[in-house]
């Protein structure tokens, strides 16, 4: 059997077309009641209202009150052909069907139901199917009635939703325009890459998770974006340039540092003294990097711990050979304590001397620290003999005794008047003259007395 549709060639039809239906209902329209979970299939009732079929196999359907032929199904019983028919009409239905229920459901974007309907209406305008299509268009005009407004408030959502996503893309532009604004001479460079870098990964995040923006405003945007990195990027790989040729520097001049300080080898201890000198050349040579530097100053203390090394085993050998020194400065000094004990300041100066020849004549001692202390304790016995030598030299300086014989001679005689007035004072009863001439008298037999008068 086969069914032949309307668009294939059919014989006259005696009734006219019904007019085209509108293919949508004014805004006002009422949405149409709310359609059954399972779409209905149409009844037998239904299939006879709006379906008929003629001697030929013509298939036609009732629209309004006129009647369109749909097709042909000439090799098939009345009800063959119109069950065909009616199965057109039933998958139409479905459709329908589906929409309202996603338009009730909610959740379903309206834009794109909006959209589908309007495809389906296209559908069930002149379809070649039978049954109430009408009704089916009224249905559809009426859902994108109720969609349109639903599309609108979807709309004014989706773009607050690109005004806020650009808004949020300008922010991580402005921040990137920001860190490019610095004075990116003085600048910690791993911490400004590390900024940059999570911007960049915002950015990316943002592409993918918010909404589509505009190719210009987009690519306004990244432009921005991009300049900004540029900036910062022709900057680091400048910085990174000069660094590299501060640390070629530097590990040139640390190379020859380090070859100068291994040659000193052969010189021992006296090659401290110039190793120390390359060692203040290597402090004002800069950094090298890291790597370099650690490498160049493992050859270079190695080359001074073996200088050092060499100064220790001199200073281990020197003290082996200071140790019978050391106790002979130790006896000197155990007989120098007779120094104090010698009441005669010239025997006391002659034995000193004779320990100072005999101290001078065992030679240096190492360490030096050793030396030192040892020198010390000689050092307060000869200081203490020198304050003895001093009082002695005071007491016994000739002109010193002139001055105080001819100062006793002074005294004397002023004592001498004194005691005259002192008498006459009395005698008279002066008080006043008396007790000052006693003041004056007491005051010169004081200073006679400190000059041994």
């Known amino acids: 059997m086969s069914a032949t549709e309307s668009s294939k060639p059919t014989p006259p039809v005696p009734t006219p077309p019904a007019a085209p239906l509108p293919r949508k209902l004014p805004a006002a329209a009422a949405v149409a009641p709310a359609a059954p979970a399972t779409p209905p299939t149409s009844t037998p009732e239904e299939v006879a209202k709006w379906g008929r079929v003629s001697e030929d196999g013509t298939v036609e359907v009732l629209e309004g009150e006129a009647w369109r032929v749909v097709g042909q199904y000439p090799d098939g019983t009345p009800e063959e052909a119109l069950a065909y028919f009616v199965r057109k009409y039933d998958d139409i239905a479905f459709k329908v069907h589906a929409l309202e229920q996603r338009h009730q459901a909610g959740g379903a974007s309206a834009s794109d139901l909006a959209k589908q309907a309007s495809h389906v209406l296209d559908e069930a305008t002149d379809a070649a199917a039978v049954g109430d299509l009408a009704g089916l268009r009224d249905r559809l005009n009426a859902l994108t009635a109720a969609l349109s407004e639903a599309t609108a408030q979807e709309a004014q959502a989706a773009k607050e939703l690109v005004e806020k996503a650009v808004a949020e893309r300008t922010a991580l532009v402005e921040r990137a325009e920001a860190i490019a604004a610095r004075d990116l001479g003085n600048v910690q460079w791993k911490q400004i890459t590390a900024e940059l870098g999570a911007l960049f990964d915002e950015w990316q995040a943002h592409q993918q998770s918010a909404p589509r923006l505009s190719k210009g405003v987009s690519q306004q945007l990244w432009k921005r974006f991009r300049d900004a990195r540029a900036v910062v990027d022709k900057q680091r790989r400048a910085f990174y340039s000069e660094l590299d040729d501060a640390h070629k520097a530097a590990r040139d001049a640390k190379t020859r540092l380090v070859e100068r300080a291994e040659a000193l080898a052969p010189r021992g201890v006296d ?23 650690d490498a160049l100053w493992a050859r270079f203390k190695a080359a001074g711990d073996a200088l050092y090394s060499a100064r220790s085993e001199q200073a281990a050998a020197e003290e082996a050979e200071s140790a019978p020194k050391i106790e002979a400065r130790r006896a000197l000094l155990e007989e120098a304590k007779a120094v104090a004990d010698e009441s005669n300041i010239k025997s006391a100066r002659a034995l000193l001397t004779r320990i100072q020849r005999q101290w001078d004549e065992i030679g240096r001692i190492f360490p030096r620290e050793k030396e030192r202390a040892l020198d010390d304790k000689l050092r307060v016995i000869e200081q203490a003999l020198k304050a003895r030598e001093d009082v002695d030299w005071k007491k016994n300086n000739p002109e010193t005794k002139a001055r105080a014989n001819d100062m006793s001679s002074q005294l004397l005689e002023a004592i001498e008047k004194l005691e005259s007035e002192l008498a006459a004072a009395e005698k008279s009863g002066d008080k006043k003259a008396a007790k000052a001439a006693a003041d004056a008298l007491e005051a010169r037999r004081a200073w006679l007395n400190a000059l041994g008068g």
Do not use: T, V
């Open 271 to 293: 090659g401290i003294p110039s190793y120390r000198s390359l060692l203040d050349e290597w402090k004002a040579a800069g950094r090298a990097g890291r790597k370099a530097d």
